[in-house]
């Protein structure tokens, strides 16, 4: 039998879990089969190198470059289109005079030795810098034709337009923290103008963005930032007669920024050089 000291602090127990009983008791019920509600977390909004982000702005692209959405055909393109950079060909504008197109044939060869352009190395070195065609003409249009039906040369081209355009431009505008059309508007001018250290080139004219705006990493507004680089990418454009033309940033760019689609999502209705295009 339990001592009464004992008796006392089992006592002092049963008056505890009555208590706790009540408490539970008196809680209102879980109701049966009830689902537990988890706020989703809002989807990220996908990126320019998003393979369908990607896939618009190559056709973005190419309606200002071949005025055509259908990017996939100009692996094949080669023209001299009078701007001083000698030949502009394939799906991104590789130009003789300014070292990504040797750049492009050097990786071709190197995958693909003995291909139609292979030749033209000594060439395309030479030539490099300037809008010669020495030691191009007559034959080097009709290689580049033949090459472009070579799933090689199209990989290559790809890769290069990664390495040299796309990628640079995405990883920098991520870096200012921009949205896609922010990413894609980096990407168009860097094709157009390259990253090279003069006053037109891609850098420079972020730097005279910067000079008017913050990015959205250093707390800027992002619609601000971008119509400032905007108002300095038409800028270097009109330092070149060839280029003189700013419709693809007027009536395109700066239409998808005055409408808010920071997203570049479908819809997209815009002009390039007076022609009309639609991505639904």
């Known amino acids: 039998m339990p001592t009464p000291h004992i008796r006392t602090a089992l006592l002092a127990l049963a008056l505890v879990a009555a208590s706790a009983t009540a408490t539970v008791s008196h809680a209102a019920p879980e109701p049966v089969g009830a689902a ?9 909004a996908a990126g320019l190198d998003d393979p369908a982000k990607k896939d ?9 470059e071949n005025s055509s959405l259908d990017w996939k055909a100009q692996y094949g ?23 990504d197109m040797l750049d492009l044939v050097e990786l071709y060869t190197d995958r693909a030795p003995g291909n139609p352009l292979a030749r033209y190395l000594p060439a395309l070195r030479e030539v490099d810098g300037t809008d010669s065609h020495e030691g191009l003409d007559p034959g080097f249009t009709a290689a580049w034709k ?10 290559a081209q790809n890769d290069e337009r990664d390495r040299v355009y796309f990628n640079p431009a995405v990883n920098r505008a991520k870096q200012d923290g921009l949205s896609t059309l922010g990413q894609f508007i980096y990407y168009d001018a860097i094709v157009m103008h390259g990253d090279g250290g003069d ?3 891609f850098g420079s004219i972020r730097e005279r963005a910067l000079a008017n705006a913050s990015t959205p990493a250093q ?7 971008l119509n400032a680089y905007l108002d300095a990418r038409v800028w270097a454009m009109k330092q070149e ?35 009309s295009f639609h991505i639904g």
């Open 36 to 44: 537990t509600t988890v706020a989703a977390a809002p989807a990220a």
């Open 56 to 64: 618009i702005a190559m056709q973005l692209v190419s309606s200002a």
């Open 77 to 99: 393109y080669i023209e001299d289109i009078g701007d001083g950079r000698g030949y502009t060909a394939g799906i991104i504008g590789f130009c003789s005079g300014t070292g």
């Open 146 to 155: 033949q090459a472009a039906q070579d799933s090689a040369f199209k990989t």
């Open 199 to 201: 006053s037109t080139s």
């Open 219 to 225: 707390g800027g507004d992002e619609t601000r930032y």
């Open 241 to 275: 007669e060839a280029h003189e033309d700013t419709s693809r940033v007027d009536t395109a760019q700066r239409v998808f920024l005055d409408e808010g689609n920071l997203n570049l999502d479908p819809p997209l209705d815009w002009k390039v050089y007076g022609d």
